[in-house]
């Protein structure tokens, strides 16, 4: 339609009034970056504009990229639309951007949660006539696990592992779950070991000011009869590795909304699995989509069939938009693996 403020090209969310690009997969002259995990924020662009807090992670990725920077709440104008940033809680500095022409609000999620992990900043709901949402758990089963008993769970695991003699090794991705991992470990146990993706990405974000307990980068001369007690956080593509075997007997465990489904532990061949993902479960997704009171409903990345079915059941006027994000894998990594 001509007077849809975004359109769905083979480059990615193109807004013609703005000449921009939300999320591109191919490069473009001006691309708007909702958040800076690698199927969201590509290298090759001419320009990229997202917020402030989300630029050092952007910029530890990409390198030295052409990248401007705005405040959450912050109106700009580009083109003849007005475009803001609004908080989508799903890893820090991720967001949802609105885009305004002429009293017709559009926005586009990114990746969002709407639980307030006490890490990310909190999801903020924005009113708008049409919304781009994710679908990465778009199906009844996924509901996650509070966080209140998440890390009730994790640490009881952490603590019996230990006394048994094993050594736990906990796989979550680099950028955002293995900081919010890191927020509900009870360091009292012992000590947190982490592998060198997840601790660059921690000393990134610890550099813009945000807290993190105390970790342990696993270097090749690392003893790990030198830590009793530890826990080790990796990345999934980690795990039976050289790297991992260093330790010796381990309990693997994953934190995963996959973790949901019966079967992917055992296929996993881990030991436990923790329901914990940054992108929103079943409830939310539903919730959310109401709070922002729009009619248009485009539905992305994950079960796209199954929930704009479901909208469209709702009243919404639901669609399905082909995009190439990746949603949440429990083999990806969002920064460089380091060599074993």
């Known amino acids: ?3 849809d403020i975004l359109t769905f090209t083979d480059r990615g969310i193109y807004c013609p009034l703005g000449d921009f690009y939300i999320d591109p997969w191919r490069p473009v002259d001006r691309a708007l970056i909702t958040h800076g995990h690698a199927d969201h924020a590509r290298p090759g662009h001419r320009s990229y504009l997202a917020t402030k807090a989300a630029a050092p992670v952007m910029r530890h990725r990409l390198g030295d990229i ?8 912050e109106t700009r104008q580009i083109g003849d639309v007005t475009v803001s940033f609004h908080p989508a809680g799903h890893v820090p500095g991720s967001a949802q951007i609105r885009i305004e ?26 009113r708008c006539h049409a919304f781009i ?4 758990f778009g199906l009844p089963v996924f509901k996650w696990t509070p966080q209140a008993q998440l890390a009730q769970d994790i640490n009881a695991w952490w603590a019996s592992t230990v006394a048994d003699g094993r050594t736990p090794l906990l796989g979550a991705y680099a950028l955002g779950k293995a900081q919010r991992l890191l927020s509900i470990l009870d360091p009292s146990i012992g000590p947190i070991l982490t592998h060198g993706a997840v601790e660059n ?10 807290t993190l307990p105390e970790t342990i980068r696993v270097t090749p001369d690392l003893n790990p009869k030198e830590h009793k007690n530890a ?45 914990m993902s940054d992108h929103a479960d079943w409830p939310a997704l539903n919730a959310a989509i109401k709070e922002t009171g729009a009619t248009r409903i485009f ?7 199954v929930f704009s079915k479901w909208l469209s059941e709702q009243g919404y006027d639901a669609q399905i938009v082909s995009t190439e994000y990746e949603g949440e894998s429990l083999d990806a ?8």
């Open 201 to 210: 990405t921690n000393e990134v974000l610890r550099a813009q000011g945000l």
């Open 133 to 136: 949402t994710e679908s990465t």
């Open 299 to 305: 539905v992305t990345h994950g079960y796209t069939s």
């Open 333 to 340: 990594t969002e920064v460089e693996a380091e060599p074993i």
């Open 66 to 73: 052409p990248l401007d920077t705005i405040r959450f709440g």
């Open 231 to 275: 826990l080790v956080l990796a990345t999934p593509s980690a795990f039976g590795t050289p790297w991992a075997r260093r330790f010796g007997t381990t309990s693997t465990a994953f934190a995963s909304g996959w973790m949901r489904l019966r079967g992917v532990r055992r296929r996993r061949a881990a030991d436990r699995g923790f329901i």
């Open 1 to 3: 339609m001509s007077s």
């Open 101 to 126: 022409h002429k009293g017709q609000i559009w926005v586009a999620s990114g990746d969002y949660k709407t639980e307030n992990d006490g890490f990310s900043e909190p999801f903020e709901p924005v």
